[in-house]
């Protein structure tokens, strides 16, 4: 069974342009969430989609958006980017269901965004 | 705030030895925690997990041992390789938060020498 693949894996762009970044989850799941991992800040959640429903978002600005379409795979997009946005953007994704199951979360192996 | 650290940023440690890495965590209503380890260049691999009702459960090589009375959890992994070299994460999961967000710790860096 193929992993969670992102799409791109590297990724260079400069203050005040957007990005869109691509996850597609393992088969089968349909829970998505989306990470930020900084030497500084470590590991921290941007939000979280289940059949294609935000159901859970974690402290950053509203700039920071996501989405996920009816075949699971989701989409998360930064506008107006910042040098501070420079960082691996990380995908999991989970088999779990509404109100519990396994937490396990499989991760992709991340897009580098760097901001110039 | 809610958070999820580690007591060591680093452990240095030899080939066959025992490796033992530890986390306090700060949420009394956690009641899932994991283990992920995570290598360069690489997103992180779930090693091990544990559910609030539990103590202790081991896996290939792996214990981890949950103490909820202080709010600790560590990672044992014995006879370590140099294969376990990497960077080592715990996370939480509140309960009272709907959906999977996971609150993770700063990181320990294993390095085996040898």
């Known amino acids: 069974k193929a992993g969670v693949t992102q799409t791109p894996r590297y990724l260079i762009k400069t203050r005040g342009q957007q990005v869109t970044l691509s996850c597609s989850p393992i088969s089968g799941h349909r829970s998505v969430s989306w990470y930020q991992q900084t030497p500084g800040q470590g590991l921290q959640f941007l939000f979280e989609?289940?059949?294609?429903?935000?159901?859970n978002k974690g402290n950053f600005p509203g700039r920071f958006s996501g989405r996920q379409f009816s075949n699971s795979r989701s989409e998360m997009n930064v506008s107006t980017l910042e040098l501070g946005d420079s960082a691996l953007y990380l995908c999991?994704?989970?088999?779990?269901?509404?109100?519990?199951?396994?937490?396990?979360?499989?991760f992709g192996p991340g897009t580098r965004l760097t901001v110039l | 705030g809610e958070s999820v650290g580690l007591h060591l940023p680093t452990l240095s440690v030899q080939e066959g030895d025992n490796s033992i890495i530890n986390c306090a965590y700060s949420?009394?209503?956690?009641?899932?925690f994991i283990w992920y380890k995570q290598e360069s260049g690489k997103g992180p691999q779930f090693i091990i997990d544990i559910r609030s009702n539990m103590d202790k459960r081991q896996g290939q090589r792996v214990t981890v041992l949950l103490n909820k009375t202080v709010k600790h959890l560590s990672l044992q992994i014995a006879a370590t390789q140099p294969g376990d070299s990497a960077v080592y994460f715990c996370?939480?999961?509140?309960?009272?938060?709907?959906?999977?967000?996971?609150?993770f710790g700063k990181g320990t860096t294993l390095s085996v020498s040898s």
């Open positions: 999991a994704s989970s088999l779990l269901a509404s109100g519990g199951g396994s937490h396990e979360q499989f």
């Open positions: 989609y289940f059949s294609e429903t935000q159901r």
């Open positions: 996370a939480e999961s509140p309960a009272n938060q709907a959906g999977t967000a996971l609150i």
């Open positions: 949420n009394s209503a956690s009641d899932y």
